[in-house]
C-alpha cells in the first residue's frame, strides 16, 4: 500500500491422595515438554553473542541489557535468552550526542536514543537536567544552571503547563483522525516505571493531543503534543487506544528495534528548540 499522506485539517476442586508425588510428576512433565523444544546446542545469547563479537561476557550482557542488540529485526529481550549458534545479531551503536544551542541560561541537546538522560547529564557536570526523556526516546533535552532564576522560572512553566512539547510517534493501526486524549495516569515507580490509565477520576492529570500525518500498511505517524509531562504519558496513552507505539513491548507492542518515539521541539520562556527525527522516522514499509 502506498503511503497515505493526510492533511493538517483531516480529523482524525479435586483432592489427591498423594498430592505431592502428583506435583512432582507434573513439573516433571512440564520440564521434559520445555527441553524438548530446546535445540541440542542452544546457548545463552549474551555468551554467543560474546564469541562472534569477540568480547566479554560482562560487555555482552551490557549490550543486550541496553537495548542495542537485535535479532531478526527485533530487540533481544533477554541477555539469557536460548538460542542457537547459528544465530545472527544486529548491533546498534548510539548516536553522538549533539548540541543544539547553549548559552549561559539553558543548555539543548540532540538525545540519541538507548542512552539515559541522567547517562548523558553527567558528561556536562555544570548543569542539571530540567526534565527527562525516557532511554530509547530521542530528541530534544534540556539542561540548566542549577537552582538559577532561570531554573526556577523554567519549573514554574512546566507546573503551570504553559511548555509546549512536541513529538513523532510511528503507532500500530490506523489513526485517522486528530484527538485529545485526558484519561488520568497510576503512575507506579520502582526498578521499571509502569502506567496504568486510571478507570475513575483518580490518578494524574495529562493531556496528550493527536494528529496522524502519514498512513501506511497498518501504521501510523503521528504528531503529538502534550501539555503535561507524565511518566510514559504518550506511551500508556497510545496504548490505552489500542493504538501502542511500535517497539513498546511494556505497553503491549509488538517487538522492533526501539520504540519509535521522537521529542522533536520543545518551547519555553521565549526560547524554542528543534530536533528532526532521526532516520529510523522515515515512513516505509519494513518497519
Not at 103 to 127: G, R, V
Not at 152 to 179: D, N
Amino acid at each position: 500500500m502506498k503511503n497515505k499522506k493526510l492533511s493538517k485539517t483531516q480529523s482524525c476442586k479435586k483432592h489427591f491422595k498423594n498430592k505431592s508425588n502428583f506435583s512432582k510428576q507434573r513439573a516433571t512433565k512440564l520440564d521434559s515438554n520445555q527441553e524438548s523444544k530446546i535445540p541440542k546446542n542452544a546457548q545463552k545469547a549474551y555468551k554467543l553473542l560474546s564469541l562472534q563479537e569477540n568480547i566479554s561476557n560482562n560487555e555482552a550482557k551490557n549490550l543486550i541489557d541496553r537495548g542495542l542488540v537485535s535479532v531478526n529485526g527485533k530487540k533481544l529481550q533477554i541477555a539469557r535468552t536460548l538460542l542457537t549458534s547459528q544465530t545472527k545479531f544486529a548491533l546498534q551503536t548510539p548516536s553522538n550526542i549533539t548540541e543544539i544551542f547553549k548559552d549561559s541560561q539553558i543548555l539543548a541537546l540532540a538525545k540519541p536514543a538507548f542512552l539515559t538522560s541522567e547517562e548523558i547529564a553527567k558528561s556536562y557536570p555544570e548543569w542539571v537536567l530540567l526534565h527527562r526523556l525516557d532511554k530509547e526516546t530521542s530528541g530534544v533535552l534540556l539542561l540548566v544552571k542549577d537552582q538559577s532564576t532561570f531554573h526556577l522560572k523554567a519549573k514554574e512553566s512546566f507546573k503551570q503547563m504553559q511548555v509546549r512539547k512536541h513529538y513523532i510517534a510511528i503507532v500500530e493501526g490506523i489513526i485517522e483522525e486528530e484527538s485529545e486524549i485526558t484519561a488520568p495516569l497510576l503512575i507506579k515507580k520502582g526498578k521499571f516505571a509502569k502506567v496504568t490509565i486510571s478507570k475513575s477520576n483518580e490518578g494524574q492529570k495529562a493531556i496528550t493531543k493527536i494528529r496522524p500525518l502519514e498512513i501506511s500498511g497498518k501504521k501510523t505517524k503521528l504528531a503529538v503534543e502534550i501539555k503535561t509531562g507524565k511518566t510514559h504519558q504518550i506511551r500508556a496513552h497510545l496504548a490505552h487506544l489500542k493504538h501502542p507505539i511500535i517497539g513498546d513491548t511494556l505497553y503491549g507492542a509488538k517487538p522492533a528495534n526501539r520504540i519509535l518515539l521522537h521529542a522533536e521541539s520543545i518551547t519555553l520562556l521565549g526560547y524554542n528548540f528543534i530536533c528532526p527525527p532521526p532516520k529510523e522516522f522515515i515512513f516505509k514499509d519494513n518497519l
